[in-house]
């Protein structure tokens, strides 16, 4: 609520809000059909006044609310509320910033990347996180993605060895380097973990990709 | 939470698993995660050629998954989801800002000014004065999917009327009217009237999130009656652009076997404002219908439409462009309303008028003759 006052988003007409208020109800509908056509609806909105009143609803939902909305809105593009998931992107709620995450991968918000590799390396939210730099094609960051291949939860590793897949290198010494890293995790304890990284080597040019891919198969 | 959305790019390691030895799609397949073969070089050729620096490998991996993905968030493509369908496909083969909407030289020909983008990143053709002719209304303002246009809201009224082939696309039936249109624009509200007395059929609609050029563009591509098979297009001498239309269906019974269209090239108003006539016939060279569409573009962004069908005779007053225009530019009232536009719009040349709010005027100005009034 702060956040949404201190960006003067304080005065909506009663129009607005009644309509901000009708959205938010489709978005927690028990059909996702009708979740996803909100999240368009609202996708689609270009009259700052409703943006301001959902956002305001937004800042005033309980954690469980604001991440079902988050996912649905990153779904649907709603890229009008990318800077406000990176505003309450806080270490506080655990649940609304996992999904904030994820919406801020989903809209391919640049500008987020070095909040979501600081909790990456802080290792809060970190498979969200590792999740949603593969969506931003920012090869910046690799080196948090790499050294997330050490992680101790196979969730982290496995979506950082997946995300290493969406990136390209940024340079060939690094390439080269991820390879390799990559090469070792063939022995992960985790299947997972094997296949995401034997993927992430075929997408990267490794000449041993595709049968390190059909070896982690079976 | 991860798997909660949609085939969860997580789990999409199992799904790329079985891709590894994936049969090579049908050609004009959907492409997704796990599809190889030539189509998926040629898809992987476009996106490098936008921008993207993918191996071309043939396989689609997660990396062109998620450049497919960056692709739809950024040409407005709804679901985002990284899977290549033919919408992407028409993106991919649409550059963004060559201006190719129109197929026929003369819409080509003439390329409008542009400002400034205000609601939406596409440019619109400043208010000029008046002019007619082969004045593309989009040129520059690329094409439908360039317009981040999110996909929602649907009138059935307008989805009835309006069915029929995309246009520019000879021999093809294409998509729906509505599927083209309404989906893609928000059409935050609008009311729409038909009726047999008068043949005259009436539509308006708010479109929040289009500008009027690309509104404009979109509707001449169109055909204006229903759905069918769009043999002979021809663009004409004189700018218009005629085909024949082999309808698959008809509103209201009609059993026509062909419609001879003749589209005119869109009219810019002084106010910025556009003009669409279409002349429907049963044969060649006649007016039995006419549709006018007027595109206005509203000042915080979007567009309202109205639409107008009637049968006619072609040298009627009632239906000439300048005279359809001056009745809706609505300067005392400039707003979409019942009492407003309907009123206006279905005052016939007899000085009648029809539906509820005309009706409701009528009964007022008669009530009113018939009061003595007060006397002094």
């Known amino acids: 609520m702060e956040i949404a006052q201190s960006r003067g988003m304080t005065a909506q007409p009663p129009a607005a809000r009644k309509a901000g208020a009708a959205l938010w109800k489709l978005l927690e509908d028990r059909l996702p059909s009708v979740r996803l056509a909100a999240g368009f609806a609202l996708a689609s909105v270009r009259d700052p006044a409703l943006v301001q009143a959902f956002i305001l609803d937004l800042a005033g939902a309980s954690s469980a609310r604001a991440a079902r909305a988050a996912l649905t809105l990153g779904e649907a593009g709603f890229q009008n509320a990318a800077p406000y998931f990176l505003a309450t992107f806080t270490r506080k709620d655990r649940k609304a910033s996992a999904a904030f995450a994820r919406a801020l991968g989903m809209l391919a918000e640049k500008s987020a990347a070095p909040v979501l590799i600081e909790a990456l390396d802080d290792d809060f939210v970190p498979t969200e996180a590792a999740i949603?730099?593969?969506?931003?094609?920012?090869?910046?960051?690799?080196?948090?993605?790499?050294?997330?291949?050490?992680?101790?939860?196979?969730?982290?590793?496995?979506?950082?060895?997946?995300?290493l897949a969406c990136l390209p290198a940024p340079s060939e010494e690094q390439e080269r380097a991820l390879r390799q890293r990559l090469t070792e995790l063939s022995s992960d304890r985790s299947r997972r973990v094997r296949i995401c990284a034997a993927v992430a080597r075929y997408e990267h040019g490794d000449p041993e990709g595709l049968a390190a891919v059909h070896a982690a198969l079976h | 939470m991860i798997s909660r959305i949609g085939g969860s790019r997580f789990d999409s390691g199992a799904q790329w698993d079985a891709s590894a030895v994936a049969v090579p799609p049908a050609s004009g397949a959907v492409l997704r995660l796990g599809s190889s073969g030539p189509e998926v070089v040629e898809l992987q050729k476009k996106l490098n050629g936008l921008g993207e620096n993918l191996p071309i490998n043939g396989t689609f991996g997660p990396r062109t998954q998620e450049a497919v993905r960056r692709l739809q968030l950024a040409r407005g493509i709804r679901p985002a989801n990284g899977i290549a369908g033919p919408e992407t496909a028409a993106a991919l083969s649409r550059p963004r800002a060559d201006g190719t909407m129109f197929q026929a030289s003369s819409f080509e020909a003439a390329r409008p000014r542009t400002r400034a983008?205000?609601?939406?990143?596409?440019?619109?053709?400043?208010?000029?004065?008046?002019?007619?002719?082969?004045?593309?209304?989009?040129?520059?303002?690329?094409?439908?999917?360039?317009?981040q246009l999110r996909v929602f809201g649907r009138d059935t009224r307008w989805k009835s009327f309006h069915q029929g082939p995309h246009f520019g696309d000879p021999g093809a039936t294409g998509a729906p009217f509505h599927e083209r249109v309404s989906q893609r624009y928000f059409v935050a509200g609008g009311n729409s009237l038909f009726t047999t007395r008068s043949s005259i059929y009436t539509e308006t609609h708010v479109v929040a999130n289009a500008t009027a050029a690309n509104l404009v563009s979109e509707l001449s591509k169109q055909t204006f009656?229903?759905?069918?098979?769009?043999?002979?297009?021809?663009?004409?001498?004189d700018g218009t652009r005629t085909y024949v239309l082999k309808p698959a269906g008809q509103p209201g019974g009609l059993a026509l076997v062909e419609v001879h269209e003749r589209m005119y090239p869109p009219l810019q108003l002084a106010d910025g404002s556009w003009v669409l006539r279409v002349d429907m016939s049963p044969r060649e060279g006649s007016a039995a219908g006419r549709a006018y569409f007027l595109v206005k573009p509203r000042p915080g962004g979007g567009c309202d439409v109205y639409g107008r069908f009637a049968d006619v005779d072609e040298n009627s007053a009632l239906f000439s462009p300048e005279d359809f225009a001056r009745n809706h530019?609505?300067?005392?009232?400039?707003?979409?309303?019942?009492?407003?536009?309907?009123?206006r719009l279905l005052r016939l040349p007899d000085g009648t008028g029809i539906g509820p709010a005309v009706q409701r005027a009528e009964a007022a100005t008669a009530r009113q003759r018939r009061s003595p009034g007060p006397s002094f």
């Open chain 2, 117 to 147: 983008p205000v609601a939406l990143s596409v440019p619109e053709p400043p208010a000029t004065p008046a002019r007619t002719g082969g004045a593309a209304p989009n040129a520059s303002a690329g094409n439908l999917d360039d317009l």
């Open chain 1, 132 to 163: 949603a730099l593969g969506q931003l094609n920012e090869p910046q960051a690799v080196p948090a993605l790499v050294r997330a291949l050490s992680h101790r939860d196979e969730s982290v590793r496995a979506a950082a060895a997946y995300s």
């Open chain 2, 225 to 237: 009656w229903s759905g069918g098979r769009v043999e002979d297009w021809r663009e004409q001498p």
């Open chain 2, 329 to 343: 530019l609505l300067g005392e009232r400039g707003r979409l309303s019942e009492g407003g536009l309907t009123n």
